[in-house]
């Protein structure tokens, strides 16, 4: 996957959310939890683009081990991150219900789906993690 695919499926997968996000805050009790949705946009932004330049240079890697490695350091820290955003948010903000975390899970989904994406192509890239090297 090339770097403008990246940022392409990037901006898309952003846009998504800020639709996705607009329609579910014209909820009344969704409204007030806008600072919560906007963090995690980019938060998650912030993830994808890590997450894109270490699978792009351990995809190249002579350790097949290590694209796998770094893919699930950041499935672990992504998880991590968005369960104490959650939990930060819930004890500063005190939201009535447990619905403000729907927009955050949707967009969760989101950006899951588009690092999945790329990291599928990034791992299948032609002359990445030739058998027999590194091992």
């Keep these: 996957m090339n770097t403008t695919t990246f940022w392409r499926g990037l901006i898309i997968t ?13 909820i009344d009790r969704l409204r007030p939890h806008w600072p919560l949705t906007v963090i995690a946009i980019v938060l ?3 993830l994808s683009l ?8 351990t995809a190249k890697a002579t350790n097949r081990h290590l694209f796998t490695s770094v893919t699930m350091g950041f499935t672990f820290l992504k998880m991590m991150a ?15 219900d447990k619905l403000f975390v729907l927009p955050f899970f949707l967009i969760y ?16 890239q032609p002359g990445n993690n030739k058998v027999g090297e590194g091992e």
Excluded: C, N, Q, W
């Design 14 to 26: 952003t846009l998504l959310s800020l639709i996705l996000s607009f329609g579910l805050h014209s």
């Design 44 to 46: 998650f932004i912030l």
């Design 50 to 57: 890590a997450m894109y330049y270490l699978g792009d240079r």
């Design 82 to 96: 968005s369960a104490g955003l959650i939990l930060v948010y819930a004890l500063l903000f005190e939201p009535a």
């Design 109 to 124: 989904l989101l950006y899951s789906a588009f690092e999945l994406i790329f990291m599928i192509k990034l791992a299948r």
